[in-house]
Nanobody, 115 residues
Framework: QVQLVESGGGLVQPGGSLRLSCAAS????????MGWYRQDPGKQRELVAV???????NYASSVKGRFTISRDNAKNTVYLQMNSLKFEDTAVYYC?????????WGQGTQVTVSS
């Protein structure tokens, strides 16, 4: 059974940085997409960034130039480096893995940007 384990959330001041990690355990096919989404209470979950096994990426316009997604295929791990964080980046961040017609979500990690 495939599981996702997230880490790296926390409290940071505006302008600060955080790095999120998400490791997938279990057997997954090489043709997969891993990514990060976020959700504020009362709002829909939105895409932050995704990356496939070839390294192609897609970012939300609100995070372009500030966030960088990367992955280690050997470890089935995806990272999200978040720089120049803003108040509006505050949300629960969820890791997602899509492969072979399946869709799996992590438990979520809270990111709070506050002074």
């Amino acid at each position: 059974q495939v599981q996702l384990v997230e880490s790296g959330g926390g409290l940071v001041q505006p302008g600060g940085s955080l790095r999120l990690s998400c490791a997938a355990s279990g057997s997954i096919s090489s043709g997969n997409v891993m990514g990060w989404y976020r959700q504020d209470p009362g709002k829909q979950r939105e895409l932050v960034a995704v990356i496939n096994t070839a390294g192609s990426t897609n970012y939300a316009s609100s995070v372009k130039g500030r966030f960088t997604i990367s992955r280690d295929n050997a470890k089935n791990t995806v990272y999200l480096q978040m720089n120049s964080l803003k108040f509006e980046d505050t949300a629960v961040y969820y890791c997602n893995l899509a492969w072979a017609g399946r869709d799996l979500w992590g438990q979520g990690t809270q990111v709070t940007v506050s002074s």
